[in-house]
């Protein structure tokens, strides 16, 4: 920068009437206009981080979304009858078999307040005459918000959310996605449909919320017995499906519900809870290397801005000369830093977006031709992991530049001019 636009630039910095922040962003984008070589590189170097933070924060939720979907499949980890029910766990891990009991309140009280618990779902299972008079339908009332396995089976759905009035048919049902199933007066829409399990019950069974099936239940009182529905239906279940969270296991969830003797508990392969335990290692660990490498990536720009500043002693003292704060050209510095790192960290965004392509055209279209879950991220997950990234970057920019900052304002501006300072 010249002399006369360092005069300037002291003068604007004694006038009140501009927003602080507003020069400094502008100060700060002139002088990385004037060195634009030196600039160029430290921003390619840090496109190099930006986009090995982008790539690890997308395929990091896709890995984990994809993974999930496929331990999902599994089942649940255990599950609570009421006493006497003897399941199959072949069937039971995924939905309720057919009983007329139901789980009595206080077992389900004992259920809400176990700690630790990531999930239960409770489902209702009634057996109901079809729509056409030919043998009976087995009609499962569950409910979407906290269901977890279900959803994971879905293969076929609507362009729209799961509403009232909505079903899920199993895949060996015969009625297609969007057609109406007809209920003595009451229509309902088929929103979804589920792959094949190869457990026989789940793939012929027809899911709707207790919400919906309880608006059946009301529609069918008072008809012939063969068609009425036991009610109430909202607040009651048939059995509970539970998903285990980190530090609550098996033989805890037996002990707290030891007291209770109406219902019991059992218990399926812990198969599905320690590939969710290994995914959640999997993930803390990638994200304690990603924190890692910023922190190294933060000492290689405070060792960088260390010897570019070493270079713009006169600058720098000239401008301590004139008037400028300690505090002001400390805070220059580091806003010149953020804006260089920060356009780095688009560039690499850039740059692992390209990346991501290829790899959604060779690894994820090889996944899914062979029939895999793969959680493709949409365009506000890509949009948002952007951000982070170049907030990451700038944010690493600022904070490694922050040290040499600090000791050039508090150098001697003599000393700087005369080329004897650093």
Not at 149 to 162: C, I, K, N, S, Y
Not at 180 to 194: E, G
Not at 277 to 294: D, E, F, K, M, R
Not at 375 to 396: M, N, R, Y
Request: glycine fraction near 12%; aromatic fraction near 6%; proline fraction near 6%.
């Amino acid at each position: 920068m010249a002399q006369a636009e360092l005069l300037v630039t002291g003068q604007n910095l004694a006038d009140p009437s501009l927003g602080r922040h507003a020069l400094f962003f502008r100060l700060g984008i002139q002088d990385l206009a004037h060195r634009p070589g030196r600039i160029l590189l430290l921003a390619l170097a840090m496109s190099v981080g930006g986009a090995a933070v982008f790539c690890s924060l997308v395929l990091r939720q896709v890995i984990q979304g994809s993974l999930e979907s496929s331990v999902d499949r599994l089942g649940a980890d255990m599950l609570v009858l009421p006493k006497g029910v003897t399941p199959n766990l072949a069937t039971a891990l995924l939905t309720i078999e057919p009983d007329s009991t139901t789980i009595t309140d206080d077992c389900l009280v004992a259920l809400r307040q176990l700690p630790g618990l990531e999930k239960a779902s409770p489902q209702r299972h009634f057996s109901i005459p079809s729509p056409g008079g030919h043998g009976a339908v087995d009609w499962v009332a569950f409910d979407p918000a906290v269901d977890f396995t279900v959803g994971p089976w879905v293969v076929e759905q609507l362009p729209r959310p799961f509403g009232p009035g909505d079903v899920v048919v199993g895949g060996r049902r015969p009625e297609a996605l969007g057609a109406t199933i007809a209920f003595q007066n009451v229509n309902l829409t088929v929103h979804s449909k589920l792959g094949l399990t190869g457990v026989g019950l789940f793939e012929r069974s027809i899911f709707a919320s207790f919400a919906t099936t309880d608006r059946l239940a009301e529609a069918l009182d008072g008809t012939a017995a063969s068609v009425h529905l036991p009610r109430p239906v909202l607040g009651t279940a048939s059995g509970v499906l539970l998903r285990l969270g980190p530090g609550l296991t098996p033989e805890k969830v037996r002990f707290a519900l030891a007291a209770n003797k109406e219902c019991q508990v059992v218990t399926g392969s812990r198969l599905g809870l320690s590939v969710r335990l290994s995914i959640n290692a999997i993930v803390s660990g990638a994200l304690a290397v990603s924190l890692a490498s910023l922190a190294a990536v933060t000492l290689m720009v405070g060792v960088v801005y260390a010897g570019i500043l070493s270079e713009r002693g006169r600058e720098l003292g000239i401008l301590l000369a004139i008037g400028m704060r300690p505090k002001a050209l400390s805070r220059l510095i580091v806003m010149e830093a953020g804006l260089c790192t920060g356009i780095g960290g688009a560039v690499g965004v850039l740059l692992g977006a390209l990346g991501l392509v290829i790899f959604l055209r060779s690894l994820g279209y090889t996944l899914q031709s062979q029939g895999m879950p793969f959680a493709q991220p949409g365009l506000p997950d890509l949009f948002f992991h952007g951000l982070i990234s170049v907030a990451a970057c700038s944010l690493v920019g600022m904070v490694g530049a922050w040290i040499p900052a600090w000791v050039a304002g508090r150098s001697d501006p003599g000393r700087l001019i005369r080329g004897e300072g650093a």
